[in-house]
C-alpha cells in the first residue's frame, strides 16, 4: 500500500512575528530580530514540531531610512547560525536570482547545505523594485520578463553547478559571463532544494518546470485549486513528475482556544499597530492608493486581478491578482478588505486549534496544496500553540509526520 499523503509545513518566519506590532510583546527584546538566541529558539520549538524547514525572506534593498525600517538578517549567514543549533530542520533561504552572481550564490548555499548535513534550500525570487536594482548600481529597465528570463537562466546554471560539484567538469554559459565549476564535493542530498515564490504566469512555469517546492499567495480556495493544477501541469509538460514539484500556499495564524479570543487577540495586535500599516500595505499589493478610495465601496472595477501592463508592474503580480479576486468573491468593501486582509496577500485564519487544522485539511485534501508555509502571529508563542494545539490534530487525522523520514530536506519530500 503506498505511504499515506503527508502535509509539508515550513515556517515562513518574518522577524519576531507576522503581526506588524509583534515586536511589542512582552515576551521580546524589542532587539530580538537580530539575536541569535531568539532565532535559535524558533528553529528548535519548530523542530521539536518536526516541521520541514524554516523559511527566511530576502530584503536585498536599504528602505528610505524615513520609512519603517525592514529590519531582516541576511538568511544564508543566519541559517548557519541557526544549523549550528539544530539537527534536522530544514534552512530555505530566499535568494534574488536577479541581484547575485550564480556562481557565488551555488557556493554559499551548497556551504550551508555541508554545514547542515543536507538541510538547505534556496528560495528564487525575482525582486520586484526598481529601487532594488539601484542599489546594486543597475539602472537598466529591469522588468518581469527580464527578471524571469534571468531568473531561468541562474536556476538553471546553479543547479548545474551544484549536480558537477566535486567533479572538476565547468559550466558554461556565456550569457551570464560563468564558466566555473564548484570545488566542494556534492550535497549531502544530491543538490541543495530549490524552492521559488512568485505566482505570475511565468512565476508558475517557472516552479513547474525547475523548483522542488512553490512558496504561494492564494487568498481564496478556488485560486489555489488553479495555481495547483497550473504548476503541475508546467511539471508534466517537460516530462517531470508532477509530485516532484510541492506546492505550498502561505497562511498567516492567529490561534486562540476560542473564535472571540482569537478574534480579540487579533485586535490586540492590530491595535498595537500604526494606523496607516494596512492601508499601506494594501496600497503597494495593488499598486494603487488605497486612502484616495472609498472605504464604503467595492474596488473599482478598473482595478483588476492584472494591471494594465503586467510586465511593468512593480510588485508581485500573484499577491495583486488573488487579492483583488478575493475582494472580488466575497464582495467586499474597501473597509471590510482592509479588516479581512491581515495575512497580507496570504490568507489568515483567526481561529481556534481545531479550525486552524480543518482549514488546512480541507485545503489539502481538496488538491489545492501538498502542505503550507504558516506564518504565526508572535514569536516564539504563536508557534509553540501551533505545535503543542494544531499539530496533534493534523497527526490524529494522518496528515502530518510523527517523525521525520530522512535527515536531509529532499530526501524528505521524495519519502
Ligand atoms: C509568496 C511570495 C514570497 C515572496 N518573497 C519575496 C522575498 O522574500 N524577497 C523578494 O525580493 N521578493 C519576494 N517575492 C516577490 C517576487 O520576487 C517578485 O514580486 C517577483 O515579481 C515575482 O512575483 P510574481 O511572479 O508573483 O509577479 C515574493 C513573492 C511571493 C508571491
Redesign the pocket.
Known amino acids: 500500500m503506498p505511504a499515506a499523503r503527508r502535509m509539508i509545513l515550513g515556517l ?1 518566519v518574518l522577524g519576531v512575528g507576522q503581526r506588524p506590532a509583534a515586536w511589542q510583546s512582552e515576551t521580546l527584546e524589542p532587539t530580538a530580530f537580530i539575536d541569535r538566541d531568539h532565532w535559535v529558539r524558533v528553529a528548535r520549538e519548530a523542530e521539536r514540531g518536526l516541521l520541514d524547514a524554516l523559511f ?6 536599504l528602505a528610505d531610512p524615513s520609512g519603517r525600517p525592514a529590519g531582516a538578517l541576511e538568511p544564508t549567514v543566519l541559517l548557519a547560525a541557526v544549523a549550528a543549533h539544530t539537527e534536522q530542520l530544514g534552512l530555505v533561504g ?1 535568494l ?1 536570482s ?1 541581484y547575485n552572481d550564480p556562481v557565488e550564490l551555488a557556493a554559499r548555499v551548497l556551504t550551508l547545505d555541508h554545514l547542515s548535513g543536507g538541510r538547505a534550500g534556496w ?7 526598481p529601487q ?1 536594482g539601484a542599489n546594486f548600481g543597475i539602472t537598466d529597465d529591469l522588468d ?1 520578463d527580464a ?2 528570463r534571468r531568473a531561468h537562466a541562474v536556476t538553471d546554471t546553479v543547479e548545474r553547478l551544484w549536480l558537477g560539484a566535486g567533479t572538476g567538469a565547468p559550466v558554461v554559459v556565456p550569457e551570464l559571463g560563468v564558466d566555473a565549476a564548484l570545488t566542494l564535493p556534492r550535497s549531502p542530498q544530491g543538490r541543495p532544494a530549490i524552492v521559488r ?8 512555469r ?1 516552479a513547474g518546470e525547475r523548483a522542488d517546492a512553490v ?3 492564494e487568498m481564496t480556495l478556488d485560486g489555489a485549486l488553479e495555481h495547483y493544477r497550473v504548476v503541475k501541469d508546467h511539471a508534466a509538460a517537460v516530462g517531470r513528475d508532477p509530485d516532484a514539484v510541492k506546492v505550498l500556499p ?1 497562511f498567516a495564524l492567529v490561534i486562540a482556544a476560542t473564535e472571540r479570543e482569537a478574534l480579540e487577540r487579533y485586535d490586540h495586535w492590530e491595535s498595537l499597530a500604526p494606523a496607516d500599516y494596512t492601508r499601506d500595505r494594501l496600497s503597494g499589493i495593488l499598486g494603487v492608493d488605497v486612502s484616495a478610495l472609498d472605504p464604503d465601496a467595492q474596488l473599482p472595477p478598473e482595478i483588476g486581478e492584472l494591471p494594465d501592463d ?1 510586465s511593468a ?9 488573488t487579492t483583488v479576486r478575493f475582494a472580488r468573491t466575497h464582495r467586499l468593501t474597501v473597509r471590510q478588505l482592509l479588516r479581512a486582509y491581515g495575512g497580507y ?2 490568507p489568515i485564519i483567526i481561529g481556534t486549534p481545531e479550525q486552524v487544522a480543518d482549514t488546512l485539511s480541507s485545503w489539502f485534501l481538496a488538491g489545492a496544496a501538498d502542505g503550507f ?1 504558516l506564518m504565526p502571529d508572535v514569536l516564539p508563542e504563536g508557534l509553540t500553540t501551533l505545535v503543542d494545539e494544531v499539530l496533534p490534530l493534523l497527526r490524529a487525522r494522518g496528515l502530518f509526520r510523527d517523525a521525520y523520514e530522512a535527515p536531509t530536506l529532499r530526501g524528505r519530500w521524495a519519502a
Open positions: 515562513n527566511l525572506a530576502d530584503q536585498p534593498w530566499t534574488s536577479t528560495n528564487v525570487v525575482t525582486t520586484a523594485s532594488v518581469r527578471r524571469y515564490a512568485g505566482g505570475s504566469a511565468e512565476g508558475r517557472l512558496f504561494t499567495a502561505g503586467p508592474f512593480e510588485s508581485s503580480l500573484s499577491f495583486r491578482s496577500g496570504h508555509n
